[in-house]
C-alpha cells in the first residue's frame, strides 16, 4: 500500500523511457483504486467487528451495558486496526458523542456535510463513501447509517436510565436526535500513498 504512489512513479518513468514491455499498466487513478479498495475493506472491518460486539452486550446487558462496552470496544477496534493496517483508522461525527476522538477535522466537516446533502437527494447511507487525495495523503470516509439498533443509542426517545448513562460517560454527548436513514457519522481512514 504504502509503495503504490512510488511504483507508480517508476511505472511511468520506465515508460517515458520507452521500455519495459512487461511492465503492467499503471496509473494514477488505478493506484488510488487499490487504495480506496483497501480502505473500504479496513472500514467494513470495523463496522464489522463492532457490531455484533455492541448487539452482544445489548443483548446480556441492555443499552446502558452497550454504553458501556462501546465506550471501550470502539476506541480499541480503532485502534488496533490502526496498528495492524499502518492507516489511521477513527470515526467521526458532525455531532460527536466522544468529542475527544470523534470531532472531524476541516476535510471530514466538509465531506461530512456532503454525506447529509447525498443521503438527503436519496442515495442510502450505507452506500456513501468519498476518497480523495489532500496535501498528498490518501483519504477516505464511509458513511456509517442510523438503523434500527442505534436507535436506543441515538435517535430522538432516549429511555430515561440510557440518557443518564450517557451523560455520565459523555457529558458533552451530542449523538442523539437521529432518525433512521440518516448519517450518523462514518469511519474516517487517512494513509501516506
Ligand atoms: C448501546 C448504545 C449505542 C448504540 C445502540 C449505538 N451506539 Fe453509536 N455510540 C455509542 C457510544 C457510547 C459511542 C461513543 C464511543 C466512543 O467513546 O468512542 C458511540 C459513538 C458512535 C460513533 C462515533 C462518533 C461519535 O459520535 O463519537 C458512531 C459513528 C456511531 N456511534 C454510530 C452508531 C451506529 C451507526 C449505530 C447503529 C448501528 C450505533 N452507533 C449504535 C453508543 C451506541
Redesign the pocket.
Known amino acids: 500500500m504504502k509503495k503504490t504512489l512510488g511504483t507508480f512513479m517508476t511505472v511511468m518513468m520506465i515508460t517515458a523511457c520507452g521500455g519495459a514491455d512487461e511492465t503492467p499498466v499503471a496509473s494514477a487513478t488505478i493506484d488510488q483504486a487499490a487504495m480506496q479498495q483497501e480502505a473500504a475493506g479496513i472500514a467494513g472491518q470495523f463496522a464489522g467487528t463492532l457490531?455484533p460486539t455492541?448487539q452482544q452486550a445489548?443483548q446480556e446487558g441492555g443499552?446502558v451495558n452497550?454504553?458501556n462496552v462501546?465506550?471501550v470496544q470502539?476506541?480499541l477496534i480503532a485502534q488496533n486496526l490502526s496498528e495492524q493496517s499502518g492507516w489511521q483508522v477513527k470515526?467521526?461525527?458532525l455531532?460527536?458523542?466522544?468529542s475527544a476522538?470523534?470531532t472531524p477535522d476541516a476535510w471530514e466537516t466538509a465531506v461530512l456535510q456532503e454525506f447529509d446533502q447525498r443521503q438527503q437527494s436519496g442515495e442510502p447511507a450505507g452506500q456513501i463513501n468519498k476518497a480523495e487525495l489532500v496535501d498528498g495523503e490518501f483519504r477516505y470516509m464511509q458513511a456509517?447509517?442510523?438503523?434500527p439498533?442505534?436507535l436506543?443509542?441515538?435517535g430522538t426517545e432516549i429511555a430515561p436510565e440510557v440518557s443518564a448513562a450517557?451523560a455520565q460517560?459523555?457529558p458533552m454527548d451530542l449523538?442523539t436526535g437521529y432518525l433512521e436513514g440518516q448519517v450518523?457519522?462514518?469511519i474516517s481512514l487517512r494513509a501516506q500513498p
Open positions: 457490531l455492541l445489548m443499552a452497550g454504553i462501546c465506550s470502539a476506541p470515526r467521526v461525527s455531532k460527536a458523542r466522544n476522538l470523534a456509517q447509517p442510523t438503523g439498533l442505534c436506543s443509542c441515538h450517557l460517560h459523555y449523538a450518523r457519522g462514518a
